[in-house]
């Protein structure tokens, strides 16, 4: 009876062990474009496109993805769409709703920023917004609070600002 018992508890301890076992991440991956190999008229949503998640165009001419950004290819590039993982470099320009920039990469001795899509490593805004760019594409993006700084105070940035950035996008990969 007793090995009929430790038995068992055995079993039961690694079923324990295997149902904690599995880490979650933390951060939820943003699905990457659809490719558009071939299409060069039609611009490429940071999202992938279903039936149900499929973006709605504003009147303004924006696309308004599922979490709130919205973007407008103003020039869409050529080659392969950007995804998360690929290493990019870009220039951009950052202006508030009453139009004060508070950022810009095309100031004298600066250089373009590069940065891993989907790493964190800038706002979500930037993380979602670029996904389907390619080279030699400019988009304008529409940062929501939840997306850039949320609640914090940065300064020239008030908490809670909706973010403006025009991005044009000089490579994809390291």
Not at 6 to 14: E, H, S
Not at 96 to 125: A, C, H, N, Y
Not at 144 to 163: A, F, K
Request: hydrophobic share 35%; glycine share 12%.
């Amino acid at each position: 009876m007793k090995k009929l018992l430790a038995i068992f508890l055995a079993i039961g301890v690694v079923l324990a062990f295997a149902g904690c076992s599995e880490k979650k991440s933390e951060k939820a991956e943003v699905p990457s474009a659809p490719s558009t190999e071939g299409k060069t008229s039609e611009p490429v949503a940071p999202e992938t496109k279903t039936a149900e998640t499929k973006p709605k165009a504003s009147k303004d001419g924006f696309i308004v993805t599922k979490s709130g950004l919205k973007y407008k290819d103003v020039k869409v590039g050529t080659g392969p769409a950007v995804k998360v993982g690929d290493t990019v470099k870009v220039d951009y320009k950052g202006w508030l709703d009453d139009g004060t920039v508070f950022d810009t990469s095309k100031q004298p001795g600066r250089e373009p920023f590069s940065f891993t899509v989907g790493t964190g490593t800038v706002i979500k805004g930037w993380d979602e917004g670029l996904q389907g760019m390619k080279v030699g594409g400019k988009r304008q993006l529409v940062i929501p609070p939840d997306l850039g700084y949320g609640s914090e105070d940065l300064g020239q940035i008030p908490p809670n600002s909706t973010l403006h950035f025009d991005i044009e996008l000089h490579k994809i990969g390291a």
